[in-house]
Nanobody, 120 residues
Framework: VQLQASGGGLVHSGNSLRLSCKTS????????IGWFRQAPGKERERVAC???????????SYLDSVKGRFFGSRDNAENTVYLLMNNLEPDDTAVYSC???????????WGQGTQVTVSS
């Protein structure tokens, strides 16, 4: 099982980025895929959970502070999960990672993170 996040960078406030999480070694549409972020000195937080068939849920859930700005999606044919981030704010600055579980992260496989830096 492998996951690799990419697409981070340095942007100004108000701009957008799209992160990608390329996966391999498992059936993507089965698992919930979580996008997490961790800023320096802060705890890791789950930004979005893109539900898979295992959970019996559909769609995506979001951290309150990103609702209406961030949008998760998956392309099962490409084995890739995306996180479109619009209207970025300096508080969104963090290392963003993807993982195979959203809630019980002790079971999760993690991808290497990608740095997002938003300047004011």
């Amino acid at each position: 099982v492998q996951l690799q996040a990419s697409g981070g960078g340095l942007v100004h406030s108000g701009n957008s980025l799209r992160l990608s999480c390329k996966t391999s070694g498992f059936t993507l549409d089965y698992y919930d895929i979580g996008w997490f972020r961790q800023a320096p000195g802060k705890e890791r937080e789950r930004v979005a959970c893109i539900f898979g068939t295992e959970s019996g849920k559909s769609g995506t859930s979001y951290l309150d502070s990103v609702k209406g700005r961030f949008f998760g999606s998956r392309d099962n044919a490409e084995n890739t999960v995306y996180l479109l981030m619009n209207n970025l704010e300096p508080d969104d600055t963090a290392v963003y990672s993807c993982a195979t579980h959203c809630y019980d992260v002790t079971k999760a496989y993690w991808g290497q993170g990608t740095q997002v830096t938003v300047s004011s």
